[in-house]
Nanobody, 115 residues
Framework: QVQLVESGGGLVQPGGSLRLSCAAS????????MGWYRQVPEKQRELVAT???????NYADSIKGRFTISRDNAKNTVYLQMNSLKPEDSAVYYC?????????WGQGTQVTVSS
């Protein structure tokens, strides 16, 4: 089993920055994809960014140029650096991991962008 523990969410003003972290533990496997999804009430969960073990990345168009995903394989941790935040970025952000055994989700961390 895999456990994902997220941190770094909170309240930030428009134009500000936050850095989310997600630490994975358990039967992770060295071959995996980690990433971030986000969801607002009554909406579908949407992809934000993913990163493979070899550090190749994929981003949603809505956040390209503003967010950066990275990972520390030694620490089994993925990060999401969020800059130039907009109110429409407000959502619950979920950490995600996919390996040969299954798909795993974190508990979610709230990001609110507001004045």
């Amino acid at each position: 089993q895999v456990q994902l523990v997220e941190s770094g969410g909170g309240l930030v003003q428009p134009g500000g920055s936050l850095r989310l972290s997600c630490a994975a533990s358990g039967s992770i496997s060295s071959m995996n994809i980690m990433g971030w999804y986000r969801q607002v009430p009554e909406k579908q969960r949407e992809l934000v960014a993913t990163i493979r073990s070899g550090s190749s990345t994929n981003y949603a168009d809505s956040i390209k140029g503003r967010f950066t995903i990275s990972r520390d394989n030694a620490k089994n941790t993925v990060y999401l650096q969020m800059n130039s935040l907009k109110p429409e970025d407000s959502a619950v952000y979920y950490c995600y991991l996919r390996n040969v055994l299954g798909n795993y989700w974190g508990q979610g961390t709230q990001v609110t962008v507001s004045s």
